[in-house]
């Protein structure tokens, strides 16, 4: 069993940033995929960035790359997603998600951060 908490949202305005933190339980946090995702109100939960289990390969959506950065540090059992040039259509609830092999489908989930941008 995994547990996730994430932390770090709040409201903030166009073109500020923020920085989401999100703390895994287990011993193995270093051999997890770790991903995060979103969703606003009205739609389906869309992919944001992922990071390998040692850090060294990301992948992003197309909406926030060069925006956004995922990193982890798995002596602390956390993984960040720092958020530049935010903009109102980046509000959504955040989730950060742990992948052990079995897809996204299969991941244990945290329960979420809220992430308003005001215009």
């Known amino acids: 069993q995994v547990q996730l908490v994430e932390s770090g949202g709040g409201l903030v305005q166009a073109g500020g940033s923020l920085r989401l933190s999100c703390v895994a339980s287990g011993r193995t946090f270093s051999t997890y995929v770790m991903g995060w995702f979103r969703q606003a109100p009205g739609k389906e939960r869309e992919f944001v960035a992922a990071?390998?289990?040692?850090?060294?390969?990301?992948s992003y959506a197309d909406s926030v790359k060069g925006r956004f950065t995922i990193s982890r540090d798995n002596a602390k059992n956390t993984v960040y997603l720092q958020m530049n040039s935010l903009k109102p259509e980046d509000t959504a609830v955040y989730y950060c998600?742990?992948?052990?092999?079995?897809?996204?489908?299969?991941?244990?989930w945290g329960q979420g951060t809220q992430v308003t941008v005001s215009s």
């Open positions: 990071i390998s289990w040692s850090g060294g390969s990301t």
């Open positions: 998600a742990a992948e052990l092999g079995a897809g996204w489908e299969g991941a244990y």
